[in-house]
RNA sequence: GGUCCUGUGGUGCAGUUUGGAGUGCACGCCGCCCUGUCAAGGCGGAGGUCGCGGGUUCAAAUCCCGUCAGGACCGCCA
């Protein structure tokens, strides 16, 4: 149908005759004279008709495909594009034919700047297979493949094995809700889609498969946000007789592989900073390192204060270097977003040359206020900014993510997710992550993962001590997976399910097919996680995942393109023995 | 479950704070003119339940209440 694709055109192909196939991204109708600007997949190229001889010349309109054939030619001297890789040469047309019409778009597909607001989300999910159409999404998906190919490859040169494992499962224990299908051969039962492979892959390294990985998509049923899916896909993988170690170094062949595949680039630093320290540091498991305003703990020093929002709680600042000028109703404005946060609110002081301008001033000692300036290095014309609470958790958290809206808005994060890429090691997680309501450790990531060694005595004495021998990858303040070493030791698994409250009947019921398995001699084993929608939308410079996925959902989990979510046939229900409940008033 | 932002011709915006005729801008669309354009240009034109419902008022795009949709975030979750 065609023989050439109208971006590849070049000087070279000069006198050739070309069959081009594409849409009309643009006409130029001179009357005497008409320009095509025909767009495929590799890009534009300018044709020319005379409508002398092909009248049908100035019925074409925009986004019509077309297929054309004709002759390069040399532009004439004068009117070559060079804002155009093919702006050298033009396609002058003797047949030119409409394979099909078009009516106008609903919104329009160019990228070009000048074009300010962005078209309505719902709008652009609604018509998807148009918004495709726009360069900055064909450049995601393209993009997006380069990817998830280089990661293939480098698992594949690492000795690692595609496997596929099942969609239609039994819910895995990852913590989230899960997405149910039900079973019409057994009615009242249901399948699960897995959250993860998780369980599989373990079962794999007791196959002996030794080194496991497939790119899996896996479902959760939690509210969305821009970087989270109800469906997302992963690089998944396990290998046996391997620590931690091992496996974090595949994972970043496999990332650097990716990125390279993607930005021509290789990254060579993969450093490691435990899970206390970022959160010492960063406020966050998932630090942005890209700049400065590092928090600092200053809760020793207000220990015994006589100011009370401060004594006895834990205090961590930050310096904004240069930010004493910052408007009272910016303060402002960050002392609602820290409540919004879920903190008390946020102390400012502006650090003049011989005192702290603030409010509170007024309540810090003369030693207290050196130790501030001293502790957080700051100099006059700074602005130090302190969240205090009785949560040491909550006071890091609500400083640490206002440390990313404050940076972002004050210039010293980078605007672009995409670069400089700051890729960390986040290790020696804790084990669990809090007490449930019942008093119950709740896992950090799953009950499977292997304590660390030097915790595993007092393990039922302090279980919030415990650390673990999970690790995650972090870029620029995303968390791209995490992995662990798995316990492979039944009596040490079973006394992580006692401590979090999974009696020996419910971990037989719910997972005995992993610990039967563990009996018939299982490996030591490790594995690891990363998001592909992740990091592509990282390395696209995307702010939501939605702008690196064909066809998203919206956040309230629907897709306007298919109408999904729908009802279904009562017949459907009858024949896997399920009512519809009315709905709720 | 909660907080906040947005909804005005096909698209993106202004107009809403301080109620007074659907007023405006850019793009797109339709017609005519035009032989070297590059998002062509010129002239003319069409196109609106101001998301929806209710209320206040002599009068509502504008104020109030409710609701729907989209988005950001908290909870939740990776």
Same mark, same amino acid.
């Given at each position: 149908m065609r023989t050439h694709y109208a971006g590849d055109l070049r000087p070279g192909h000069v006198g050739s005759r070309v069959t081009l196939c594409g849409w009309v991204e643009a006409r130029r109708d001179h009357g005497g004279v008409v320009f095509i600007d025909i767009r495929d997949a590799r890009g534009l190229a300018q044709v020319v008709l005379d409508p002398e001889q092909l009248p049908e010349a100035h019925r074409l309109r925009s986004e019509w495909v077309i297929r054309v054939e004709g002759s390069v030619r040399e532009r004439p001297a004068g009117t070559v594009n060079l804002e155009l890789p093919t702006g050298e040469v033009e396609v002058v047309v003797d047949t030119c034919e409409v394979l099909s019409e078009a009516e106008p778009?609903?919104?329009?597909?160019d990228d070009r700047p000048g074009g300010e607001g962005a078209v309505d989300e719902a709008l652009r999910l609604r018509y998807r297979f148009v918004d495709l159409r726009r360069p900055r999404m064909q450049a995601n998906l393209r993009l997006r493949s380069r990817l998830a190919l280089a990661v293939r490859q480098a698992m594949e040169d690492q000795g690692f094995v595609d496997v596929q494992t099942p969609t239609l499962t039994r819910s895995t224990p990852e913590g989230a809700r899960d997405f149910l299908v039900p079973s019409r051969k057994q009615p009242g039962t249901f399948y699960a889609l897995p959250q993860s492979p998780q369980l599989f892959k373990q079962l794999l390294m007791v196959a002996g498969l030794d080194r496991y990985y497939q790119i899996a998509t896996c479902w959760r049923d939690e509210d969305l946000r821009a970087d989270r899916a109800y469906e997302f896909v992963q690089l998944d993988a396990e290998a046996s007789f391997v620590g931690a170690e091992e496996v974090m170094a595949f994972i970043e062949v496999a990332v650097a592989a990716g990125i390279e595949a993607v930005t021509g680039t290789r990254p060579t630093e993969f450093p490691r900073m435990t899970w206390h320290d970022a959160m010492d540091r960063y406020g966050s498991d998932k630090p942005d390192t890209r700049f400065g305003m590092a928090l600092v703990n200053l809760t020793d020093l207000f220990a015994a204060s006589e100011f009370r929002a401060f004594a006895g709680k834990t205090v961590v600042g930050l310096r904004l270097p240069g930010? =004493?000028? /910052?408007?009272r109703n910016r303060l402002d404005a960050w002392t609602d977003r820290a409540k919004a946060l879920g903190g008390g609110g946020l102390v400012w002081m502006r650090v003049e040359p011989e005192a702290l301008d603030s409010p509170v001033a007024k309540f810090l000692s003369e030693p207290e206020q050196k130790g501030l300036r001293d502790g957080l290095g700051a100099e006059p014309g700074d602005l130090a900014l302190l969240v205090a609470d009785d949560d040491q958790r909550l006071a890091q958290t609500v400083l640490g993510a206002l440390r990313l809206e404050i940076g972002a808005e004050v210039g010293a994060?980078? /605007?672009?997710? =995409?670069?400089?890429l700051n890729l960390v090691w986040v290790t020696e997680f804790p084990l669990f992550e809090k007490l449930s309501d019942e008093g119950r450790p709740v896992p950090s990531h799953h009950p499977f993962t292997a304590p660390h060694p030097d915790d595993v005595l007092g393990l039922e004495d302090d279980p919030l001590g415990a650390r673990s021998l999970a690790y995650d990858l972090v870029v620029n303040g995303v968390e791209l997976g995490s992995g662990s070493v798995r316990i492979h030791d039944r009596e040490l698994q079973q006394r992580i399910f006692a401590l979090i409250g999974i009696g020996a009947e419910e971990s037989q019921a719910r997972f005995g097919f992993l610990l039967d398995a563990f009996r018939y001699g299982v490996p030591p084993h490790a594995g690891f996680a990363f998001g592909i929608d992740r990091l592509a939308m990282v390395l696209a410079g995307e702010q939501s995942l939605r702008d690196v996925i064909a066809f998203p959902k919206t956040q309230s989990g629907a897709d306007p393109l298919t109408g999904a979510p729908a009802p279904v046939d009562d017949r459907q229900l009858r024949d896997l023995g399920l009512r519809a409940a009315p709905p709720p008033d």
């Open positions: 778009l609903p919104f329009p597909i930010g =004493a000028d /910052t408007p994060r980078p /605007t672009s997710l =995409a670069e400089p």
